[in-house]
């Protein structure tokens, strides 16, 4: 499994906002996406840093939901809540645990 981290920077009082499109918008088109596992958005209400991750079943598919254009797509949907350019890494899950 792969995941993907964006880093964010949002006004702070855009913070539900930011919340709202990720809850219904953004998870509900990543579901339908090859590969997809999970999603997490982290958020420090105070200082509106955040980070977006998501999970995937292989480096393909988090490249392939990348090259489709399907990522930058999601991310122009909170452009006007942004204060600095986001930045991405991908990670290779090595350990992994639920409840």
Same mark, same amino acid.
């Given at each position: 499994?792969?995941? /993907? ?23 509900? =088109?990543?579901? $339908? ?5 999970? =999603? ?23 490249? =392939?939901?990348?090259? @489709? ?5 999601? +991310?122009?949907?909170? $452009?006007? +809540?942004?204060? =600095?350019?986001?930045? /991405?890494?991908?990670?290779?899950? @090595?350990?992994?645990?639920? $409840?």
């Amino acid at each position: 499994m792969h995941a /993907r981290v964006t880093t964010v920077q949002i006004h702070p009082e855009k913070i539900d906002e930011a919340n709202s499109i990720f809850r219904d918008s953004v998870i509900p =088109a990543a579901q $339908a996406q090859k590969g997809f596992r999970a =999603a997490y958005l982290l958020v420090d209400s105070a200082t509106g840093k955040g980070m977006s991750i998501t999970a995937w079943d292989s480096l393909e598919d988090l490249q =392939a939901n990348e090259s @489709s254009g399907f990522y930058q797509e999601q +991310l122009a949907k909170f $452009a006007p +809540l942004f204060t =600095a350019p986001p930045t /991405r890494e991908t990670y290779e899950v @090595s350990v992994q645990a639920q $409840a």
